[in-house]
């Protein structure tokens, strides 16, 4: 029973020191990725003006070869007007001369729009760039700054993945599951010390009665006021002397 809650203690300082790790990296991870996302999304928002921009264009050089076509068919109107032979014929010419200048003019208007669009998309492009530019330049930055710190610790780190890995290997499964429990929900620290009379983890007071039966270690206790694992003093010692090896 020494041995199980001892070994709890000695994975708990492991994880201390990982975490100290962990939290020399600060924001830079979740900066970096939310510079990501913000990218990623101005990236999206110009592929669709730029996307828009062509289908534009397409449209307006559609328009210029109807407008073409209907200027040709307008000069063969005219010209046939002088060899009308009746009121009938004149009338129903005069109606396609109509019918294709109105033609002209809608599609005339259309592309003077289109040519506005595409302007607009074009500015609203560029200014998308120094923005886009910016966000690039401080996730290189970000970037740069997270992987030294990680290479700085990379050995430190390595060395403590390993020793974890060889102390978690001796705790017991149920035990295992406990201390990642009440670690995941307690900030990181599951096991704690009596300290003074106190839990090393939330400072109350362990009633006297209480303190002697953890320092039989008999079995596995738990804080009665923050439910973390709570282990005597000695035993704290003694998982402290054997990590330092
Ligand atoms: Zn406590």
């Known amino acids: 029973m020494v041995d199980r809650l001892s070994t709890l203690f000695e994975l708990q300082l492991i994880d201390n020191q990982l975490d100290e790790l962990e939290e ?13 996302s913000q990218i990623k999304s101005l ?59 109105e033609q ?28 886009l530019e910016k966000l690039t330049e401080d996730l290189k930055e970000k ?19 390993d020793k974890r890995d060889k102390v978690a290997h001796k705790v017991k499964k149920p035990d295992y599951n406990t201390y990642m429990r009440i670690r995941k929900a307690l900030n990181g620290k599951a096991v ?23 320092k039989s270690n008999k079995r596995i206790f738990s804080c009665e006021s923050c439910g973390r694992i709570l282990i005597s003093q000695e035993i704290a010692e003694e998982a402290e002397k054997k990590i330092q090896f």
């Open 143 to 161: 970037e740069t700054e997270l992987k030294q710190i990680i290479k700085t610790n990379e050995r430190e780190e390595a060395r403590l993945k």
């Open 104 to 131: 002209t003019g809608k599609l005339e208007a259309e592309t003077k729009a289109l040519e506005e669009l595409v302007e607009k998309l074009k500015r609203e492009i560029k200014e998308v760039e120094p923005q």
């Open 192 to 214: 704690s010390f009596i300290n003074r009379s106190a839990c090393s983890g939330c400072h109350n007071v362990v009633p006297p009665q209480r303190q002697l039966e953890i």
């Open 24 to 36: 020399l990296r600060g924001d830079l991870p979740a900066a970096v990725n939310e510079l990501k």
């Open 43 to 101: 990236e999206e928002q110009v592929e669709a003006k730029e996307e828009e921009k062509e289908n534009s264009l397409e449209k307006r050089k559609q328009n210029d070869d109807d407008v073409e076509r209907l200027t040709n068919n307008l000069k063969k109107f005219k010209a046939q007007l002088y060899q009308v032979r009746n009121n009938k014929e004149y009338d129903a010419l005069t109606k396609e001369i109509d019918h294709a200048e």
